[in-house]
């Protein structure tokens, strides 16, 4: 059984920076392309950042494009979102998710993905 575990959420300034973490267990990590998605009350979940199978391509949500940063340690089954320079509209609910398929965009939402985290929450203050 898949497990996703996020770690690193917390209470930041605008214009600081979180380091998310998100471990997988119980899969083959390299054969998911895994994605950072975010999440605040009323709205739908999205996509803000995505990493392919290998590393070698990643997708982010136009918000985050220049201030945020998706990388991955296969040997270590984890994938990581840098996050700079916050804005308080960042504020939300942050989940790792993976999937088989080689790379989550928009398109793909909540029903391409084939196992969740239980999300973190980050908080950006103004």
């Known amino acids: 059984q898949v497990q996703l575990v996020e770690s690193g959420g917390g209470l930041v300034q605008a214009g600081g920076s979180l380091s998310l973490s998100c471990v997988m267990s119980?899969?083959?990590?390299?054969?998911?392309?895994m994605g950072w998605f975010r999440q605040v009350p009323g709205m739908e979940r999205e996509v803000v950042a995505a990493?392919?199978?290998?590393?070698?391509?990643?997708y982010y949500d136009d918000p985050v494009k220049g201030r945020f940063t998706i990388s991955r340690l296969n040997l270590q089954n984890t994938v990581y979102l840098q996050m700079n320079s916050l804005k308080p509209e960042d504020t939300a609910v942050y989940y790792c998710?993976?999937?088989?398929?080689?790379?989550?965009?928009?398109?793909?939402?909540?029903?391409?993905?084939?196992?969740w985290g239980k999300g973190t929450l980050v908080t950006v203050s103004s």
């Open positions: 998710a993976a999937t088989r398929l080689p790379l989550a965009t928009q398109a793909t939402g909540v029903d391409g993905m084939n196992y």
């Open positions: 119980g899969g083959t990590f390299s054969r998911y392309s």
């Open positions: 990493i392919s199978w290998g590393g070698g391509s990643t």
